[in-house]
């Protein structure tokens, strides 16, 4: 079993709509990157985060340490949005390596 | 522009083949990462540099990788004698850490090496 895990695997959404992906993690974390995925391959570092929440633009990234979950809300989702969204977290201990979830593939239809 | 960027972009290689990959991350980052991505996977931590010293490398990384980062600025990742098991997105990622042991610096990813071995 991974130690992150990402639901759901698959999201689609109509332009406009409020999206929410979740991860869990199993173990003791320092801190959890969500990160974007753009067909192609290259990744941006979207929030890093070890408590509360943290917005910018229209994304909002929430961490809940004691119930070892986070969200990633998109609000007035658009086509642009569509990607891979992948948490990641530093497991304690580790000061640097992140472990990854496999990702959410977004599909935001206009 | 002044990102972490990776050559080449894409490698088709016939198995058997020796590649080379190279990485030059953000001119001031200390920390150098590579990973690896399969299809439909999320990325696997391969190895791990600060400054040139190599300071983990994953048991994903068979005797047939090496990598090295000789003056603390770009990095190379080879793959000796290529299987088609290695086909995979090669990711390479850099931060900057002001003090040893913080786990909470960025880390900035580039584009990515995307290997084929036929």
Redesign the interface.
């Known amino acids: 079993k991974n130690e992150v895990e990402q639901s759901p695997q698959n999201l689609t959404a109509q332009e406009g709509e409020f999206i929410t992906i979740n991860c869990s993690y199993s173990v003791g974390i320092s801190a959890l990157h969500w990160l974007q995925q753009h067909p192609g391959g290259g990744i941006v570092s979207l929030f890093m985060l070890s408590s509360g929440k943290k917005k910018h633009g229209r994304l909002i990234a929430t961490i809940n340490i004691q119930e070892k979950h986070s969200s990633l809300h998109i609000t007035a989702s658009h086509p642009r949005d569509s990607a891979v969204y992948i948490c990641a977290a530093i497991l304690r201990g580790s000061n640097y390596k992140l472990t990854f979830g496999k990702g959410t593939l977004l599909t935001v239809n206009p | 522009d002044t990102g972490v960027s990776q050559d080449p972009r894409h490698k088709i290689t016939k198995r058997g083949q020796n590649v080379t990959f190279r990485c030059d991350p953000i001119s001031e980052h200390n920390?150098l990462?590579w990973?690896r991505?399969t299809l439909?996977?999320?990325?696997?931590?391969l190895t791990?540099f600060q400054n040139e010293a190599q300071l983990?490398k994953s048991r994903l990384l068979s005797d047939r990788f090496s990598a090295e980062r000789p003056k603390g600025s770009f990095s190379t990742l080879e793959i000796q004698r290529t299987e088609q098991g290695d086909s995979a997105?090669y990711?390479c990622?850099s931060?900057l850490?002001w003090t040893s042991?913080?786990?909470?610096?960025?880390?900035?990813?580039?584009?990515?090496t995307?290997l084929t071995v036929l």
Do not use: I, K, N, V
């Not at chain 2, 439909?40 to 931590?45: A, K, V």
């Open positions: 920390r990462y990973y991505q439909g996977q999320g990325p696997e931590f791990y983990e997105m990711l990622a931060s850490a042991g913080t786990s909470t610096d960025t880390q900035y990813f580039g584009p990515g995307r």
